[in-house]
């Protein structure tokens, strides 16, 4: 069999490709292993936030009575309904994907793809010579070999969703984005659940005082084990687990260390390329393109930058760059932004602080925990870090833990992606009272540090104490 183009994986990198491919080919075969439903819809993303929508209205109660409101602490979790409205919400987010292999009749192949060289592939045995290969196998949840003898009392993210129902008491091990969402939503339904990592660091969290302010907002939900490797075994029914600080009996184990890409047996060895210890190639981030050839690794399997939105730009700038000579057209990449939905959530935009070290910047802060929107909801809030270059002024990226980061993060990458300025940020209205005043807040505090900043804004005046003006 000959084809144009290959694509393999039909997640969202692969499904992001098979777009861009279709602009100038219909010869093409969209190869796929397993479940046709991509891994944020099926087990990441979608279900996973659809969990703490319920955990964290669940939390609310809490401050139900500070506000007026009596009749709180007679609420309770119903775990099976919430997980029952997970999965009824999952397997709509996965009608789309599932649906494609009856829309591309032929052209959809299910099966297991390796190489054979930079033209060739096999599909379970039958072998496909193609002009271009974009390879997206994705990824799965790493899971040391001895934790696998807990049986199903070991969970990962692929399989949390489709139980009926959780046991009492949940061990976290891994505090990353994906371990500290799901440690904290499951505590805020009620579950006793401790969470291990073998660093200090919670949420990829890579500024210090970002961490600080985050640190002790999640200790007062959840036990935190941090700094040593966590210790399984199981004792007298239980799995007793044992990480820096202390130790925790649990029923369940949810073990949140990780990605591995899905590379094993797909054949990289035969493009005749150097690949490192971890089998894995040399990636042109610009272009997906491995070495010279017209091979392309994208999404979670590159490591490159695993978030769903870079997969599916990933796929796109693939499947552009895959195009006949006469019609490619090169891409450039988008400013990194990451966010974390636990609550203060977590967002980084543009490169984190360590990797600004080398250059002559500076930083504004604002404590969101005195901002009055903030306190007038009753919400936990830390610090907003944003960071310019001094000469200039021109914005260079932010971490947060605050309420809303989701927004405010999107604010400030548009700054970044336009190369606006510290003033060019204060020249625009603030509401009262909202909580992007706290981001001016930051601004301001940025402003006195930076050449260039304008003196449009109050940024030089003295503060006033009141909260609307300062």
């Known amino acids: 069999m000959k084809v144009d183009t290959a694509i393999v994986g039909a ?10 491919v279709r602009r100038y080919t219909d010869d093409f075969v969209l190869i796929n292993h397993g479940h046709w439903g991509t891994t944020c819809a099926a087990t990441g993303c979608m279900p996973s936030k659809t969990l703490i929508e319920a955990a964290n209205a669940f939390h609310r109660r809490r401050a139900l009575a500070t506000l007026g409101i009596r009749g709180g602490e007679g609420l309770r979790a119903d775990i099976p309904a919430v997980l029952a409205r997970v999965r009824e919400m999952r397997d709509g987010f996965v009608e789309g994907p599932e649906a494609v292999p009856g829309r591309l009749g032929a052209r959809a192949m299910s099966g297991r793809a ?14 496909i010579e193609a002009r271009a290969i974009i390879l997206a196998p994705g990824s799965r ?9 807990f049986g199903e009392r070991l969970l990962t993210t692929d399989t949390l969703f489709d139980r ?7 061990a976290v091990i891994g505090m990353g984005a994906v371990g500290i969402e799901m440690a904290q939503a499951l505590a805020r339904l009620g579950l006793e659940v401790a969470g291990f990592d073998a660093v200090e660091a919670v949420a990829g969290i890579d500024d210090p005082e970002v961490l600080a302010s985050l640190r002790p907002l999640i200790e007062a939900e959840l036990a935190l084990h941090l700094g040593a490797e ?21 029923d369940a184990v949810l073990a949140a260390i990780g990605r591995r890409p899905n590379l094993d047996d797909l ?26 050839l017209p091979v392309f690794l994208t999404g979670d399997a590159n490591g490159i930058r695993p978030l769903m939105h870079e997969a599916a730009d990933e796929g796109h700038i693939a499947g552009r760059m895959a195009a006949p000579e006469e019609v490619r057209e090169r891409l450039c990449r988008r400013t990194p932004l990451s966010i974390v939905f636990c609550a203060p959530q977590v967002a980084r935009v543009g490169p984190p602080l360590s990797e600004l070290s080398d250059r ?15 306190r007038i909801a009753e919400s936990t809030a830390g610090v907003l870090r944003i960071h310019a270059e001094r000469d200039t002024g021109r914005l260079l990226g932010a971490e947060m833990a605050v309420p809303a980061a989701e927004h405010l993060a999107h604010l400030i990458a548009l700054a970044v992606e336009r190369h606006a300025t510290v003033a060019d940020m204060l020249a ?19 402003a006195k540090k930076v050449s260039g900043a304008g003196g449009s804004d109050l940024s030089r005046c003295k503060a006033l104490g009141h909260d609307a003006l300062d």
């Open 164 to 170: 009926q129902d959780l046991p009492r008491r949940i």
């Open 360 to 374: 002559d910047i500076a930083t504004g802060s604002a404590d969101f925990s005195a901002q009055a929107r903030v």
């Open 267 to 292: 054949g990289l060895d035969t493009l005749g390329v150097p690949l490192d210890d971890r089998g894995m190639p040399e990636v042109d981030p610009e272009t997906l393109r491995i070495g010279d």
């Open 141 to 149: 949840p790493v899971v040391p070999a001895p934790w696998r003898d």
């Open 230 to 250: 966590a210790e399984l075994r199981q004792e007298d029914g239980a799995i007793r687990v044992t990480g820096a600080g202390g130790t925790f009996e649990a």
């Open 428 to 446: 625009m209205p603030f509401y009262h009272p909202v909580l992007e005043e706290g981001l001016r807040s930051a601004l301001r505090d940025l």
């Open 114 to 127: 390796r190489l054979r060289g930079p033209g060739r592939l096999t599909v379970d045995g039958d072998e």
């Open 11 to 20: 997640g969202t990198a692969g499904l992001s490709a098979l777009r861009e």
